[in-house]
């Protein structure tokens, strides 16, 4: 069977895979993403990316990418400043028009799902909430082994869920009181500076130390944006009756003094039938992605091909 290149266009960082029908990572090719340049130069990087892995075997390209992406018009709706000019970007077809290759697109959260449900953490699952936070919070439902996009391709968006915890807070998609505001990694660590009067020099990853050794100011920062985020999860996860619930992206990587009033806010939320349903950390990291990526290039004619877990 052919192989696929999958592609993550970031805000910092754009990686590309080369991945064989099973899943497996033969190959990848990473650069930075010139965001502030433009679309040309982040296209121009992408498809560099790509080529420098293509064989004669390679039959199709899926590309995960920030922003708001319609997957069916191939084009991105939205995006932040992250991305200089990204929005409006007929992904698809550029890419298309540059590789001579049938191209996929989505958004990177929705490919990180995908990701995990083929090869990590979710693998098996065919009703999967995966939830990533890190510089925002963002999410994607995954039905029947298919990725819900929503009518206006915005489902996922559970950074802005309205939780008690963030009451008053401004939130980056100039609302107030969304859970980002609260349980972010920016949130998390400007709150931390808040409280000390002072800036740690080693980032969140310095609070999460802190917590770790019991310093209370570190400790409760990281519970009240555990806690937000968890209250919010359980209230999806009760109007969405998933499988299993994963939680990536790098404020997950905090240990247990952040999983810890996550998982039991989530309880302390969600309706007795939910109580055993699993709520799991990411499994496949920075592959998750790429892989979910590759995904859509493998089932873009299938679309009632299931994503389980292969024999």
Request: hydrophobic share 50%; net charge negative; aromatic share 2%.
């Amino acid at each position: 069977m052919s192989l696929v290149v999958g592609v993550d266009i970031g805000g910092t960082k754009t990686a590309a895979g080369l991945v064989d029908p099973s899943g497996e990572l033969l190959a990848t090719a990473t650069g930075p993403t010139p965001a502030a340049e433009g679309r040309e130069a982040i296209l121009a990087t992408a498809a560099g990316l790509v080529r420098s892995l293509l064989r004669d075997d390679v039959a199709a390209v899926g590309v995960g990418s920030a922003g708001v992406i319609d997957p069916v018009r191939g084009v991105v709706v939205s995006a932040t400043s992250a991305l200089a000019g990204w929005a409006g970007t007929d992904l698809r077809g550029e890419l298309s028009r540059r590789l001579g290759l049938p191209v996929a697109v989505d958004n990177d959260v929705h490919a990180h799902a995908l990701g995990e449900q083929w090869r990590g953490a979710a693998a098996g699952h065919a009703d999967v909430l995966l939830v990533a936070v890190g510089t925002g919070v963002g999410a994607s439902l995954v039905l029947g082994g298919r990725v819900r996009h929503g009518a206006h391709a915005v489902a996922g968006h559970a950074g802005h869920v309205p939780v008690a915890a963030a009451a008053g807070l401004p939130c980056p998609c100039g609302g107030h009181g969304h859970v980002e505001a609260v349980a972010s990694g920016p949130a998390l660590l400007r709150e931390y500076h808040r409280r000390a009067g002072t800036a740690t020099t080693g980032g969140l990853a310095e609070v999460a130390r802190l917590a770790a050794a019991g310093e209370p100011m570190a400790a409760e920062v990281l519970a009240t944006g555990a806690g937000a985020l968890g209250q919010a999860i359980g209230g999806l996860m009760n109007v969405l009756d998933p499988e299993i619930v994963i939680v990536g992206g790098g404020v997950a990587g905090c240990g247990e003094p952040w999983w810890g009033p996550l998982r039991a806010a989530v309880a302390a939320e969600t309706l007795p039938a939910l109580r055993d349903v699993p709520v799991r950390a990411a499994a496949l990291s920075s592959t998750a992605a790429l892989l979910g990526a590759a995904r859509l290039a493998l089932t873009a004619d299938d679309d009632e091909r299931p994503l389980r877990k292969d024999p």
